[in-house]
């Protein structure tokens, strides 16, 4: 119900990890210890300082956590400053879980999937990720492509090289924008990246980052012989209230928060251009 997930719920930060310089991944429970609410991979929550501010942040952890959920947030802004600036044991409200999430038990299952990154696009990703990596047997292989500005911005690298990098049937593809020291992975940017690597059509894709790597990446996608009805995308960045109230999501004959913001690209070829 719509007023269930208006109605704040109070959340208490137990860990801050520093992903990169400007971004953090905070681990929330509810005062009892507990998960504050369930969720599927690609939803978003509103976090809420009382008194500075709120947004909307993709939950980046996946459901098969039954203990807490993580929200990877990049310094932008007002709120996110304040955010950045917590500390363990300290409190925020959330409310959600809002939008509907990627068909992880309907269209993707049995498929190969190629996930494709850019930047904090990993965020809502990982949680998609960890949920199919959970639930290994329900999918074929999985490749992941991750790109940065450079080996610094690489979100969750840590819990990449660890954990996805080595297990069977996971191929990671990294790569940053320029050349750097310490650094012997590929270097290139990840329209070019995801070209070079040739991936058979065999594939259903799912893909985040800035709307200009998006663009780019679709192109090349398209020359590889991928038909738009193959990829997936998220546009949580345009949620607004999150229960299409307040209208300022609305895009054509969609509201992002009720009709994504999961979408099929072939679907906001239908929409005005302006994502």
Not at 73 to 96: A, N, S
Not at 126 to 142: E, L
Not at 179 to 184: I, N, R, Y
Not at 232 to 246: A, H, I, P, R, Y
């Amino acid at each position: 119900m719509i007023e269930e997930v208006l109605i704040p719920k109070l959340g208490v930060v137990t860990d801050i990890r520093i992903d990169t310089p400007d971004v953090k991944t905070f681990r929330v429970v509810a005062p009892d210890g507990k998960k504050v609410f369930e969720h599927i991979p690609g939803q978003c929550a509103m976090l809420s300082i009382p008194g500075v501010g709120e947004a909307m942040f993709s939950i980046t952890s996946s459901p098969t956590n039954t203990e807490f959920m993580e929200f990877s947030i990049k310094k932008c802004g007002c709120l996110t400053d304040w955010l950045h600036h917590m500390e363990v044991g300290q409190q925020v409200t959330i409310r959600g879980p809002y939008g509907n999430g990627f068909p992880v038990d309907t269209v993707f299952k049995g498929k190969n999937l190629l996930f494709i990154a850019g930047g904090i696009g990993l965020a809502p990703l990982r949680s998609v990720i960890n949920y199919v990596r959970h639930y290994r047997d329900s999918y074929g292989t999985i490749d992941i492509v991750y790109g940065s500005r450079s080996m610094d911005d690489l979100v969750d690298y840590k819990e990449i090289i660890n954990e996805w990098c080595v297990e069977e049937g996971v191929n990671v593809h990294l790569t940053i924008d320029r050349e750097q020291e310490g650094w012997d992975g590929h270097v290139g940017f990840v329209p070019n990246y995801v070209k070079e690597l040739g991936f058979d059509t065999n594939k259903t894709v799912i893909i985040c980052g800035p709307p200009i790597m998006i663009k780019f990446t679709l192109a090349g996608l398209s020359e590889l012989g991928f038909d738009k009805t193959q990829v997936f995308t998220t546009m949580e960045l345009k949620m607004k209230c999150g229960v299409g109230k307040c209208g300022r999501c609305n895009i054509g004959s969609k509201y992002v928060c009720k009709d994504g913001p999961v979408f099929r690209c072939d679907e906001l070829d239908e929409l005005p251009n302006e994502y």
